[in-house]
């Protein structure tokens, strides 16, 4: 079974422009989740997809493997899906991972921890969750997902979910909360239709891509990687600097 990684990198980030390329330490962000990826026994191949020639630049600079896709894709599972039509039919995987490259703090044995619990699951799509903070579930930065018995998502949000109605401390009401880490896994087939999928309206308000897969009634299994929780996305000048400072302290 082969499985390629994808990582989607765009330069014109609204909140962090230029985000790929970001200095952590004197290394461009992308090229630590490559080299996380790189590192992934469970990983055939790495491809880094983007539209713009800086990050095209950087990315061979340090020795990664570079596809360049259209301006027009509309969100990181669209540009994932253009890579596969790309070197299909001379290579096609069975699975494709769209690793969202804004998280550096990601290593090898979380990926090889996801892959293997997902082709265990059946499923056609799959994302990680992982146990969030108290103090995360108010943050609209942190995406949070409610999953049903089987361990489907049912819903994605920048909002708190569950919402506790009667409880006023929700630790007390014995549930888990969970937050999305931004990384899936696809069958070859579902990340090709869900390309062909129009954005949605629920994908519009929230701006989740991943609301597009559920509101066309595909199923996505969320795997819960506790190790996971140390993760953090960078999509702002703060979180930047929070990553910065955790690497330096690790040092």
């Known amino acids: 079974m082969s499985i390629f990684a994808i990582i989607p990198a765009r330069y014109n980030s609204e909140r962090l422009p230029g985000k790929p390329l970001a200095d ?21 191949r790495v491809i880094i997809a983007t539209d713009d020639t800086r990050i095209e630049r950087a990315a061979k600079n340090f020795g990664a493997e570079v596809v360049m896709t259209s301006e027009k894709c509309v969100s990181g599972t669209n ?30 044995e979380i990926l090889d921890k996801f892959i293997a619990e997902f082709k265990k699951s059946g499923e056609d799509i799959g994302t990680i969750a992982a146990p969030a903070a108290r103090e995360e579930m108010d943050d609209p930065d942190t995406v949070k997902v409610v999953c049903d018995s089987h361990g489907n998502a049912l819903y994605f949000s920048r ?79 703060r979180d930047l600097e929070r990553v910065i400072s955790l690497l330096r302290s690790a040092v």
């Open 24 to 44: 952590i330490g004197g290394v461009p962000m992308i090229r630590f989740v490559w080299e996380a990826a790189v590192g992934a026994d469970s990983i055939d």
């Open 79 to 108: 540009r994932a899906a253009e890579v596969i039509r790309q070197i299909y039919p001379s290579e096609r995987p069975d699975i494709a991972l769209n690793i969202q490259g804004d998280e550096p703090l990601l290593t090898p």
């Open 159 to 237: 909002s708190p979910i569950p919402h506790s109605r009667d409880i006023e401390s929700p630790d007390r009401a014995g549930a888990i909360y969970l937050k999305h880490i931004g990384i899936y896994a696809f069958k070859a087939h579902a990340l090709l239709e869900f390309d062909r999928l129009e954005q949605t309206p629920l994908e519009k308000i929230e701006k989740l891509e991943q609301l597009r897969a559920l509101e066309n009634g595909m199923a996505i299994r969320c795997i819960t990687i506790e190790e996971a929780s140390r993760l953090i996305g960078v999509d702002t000048p």
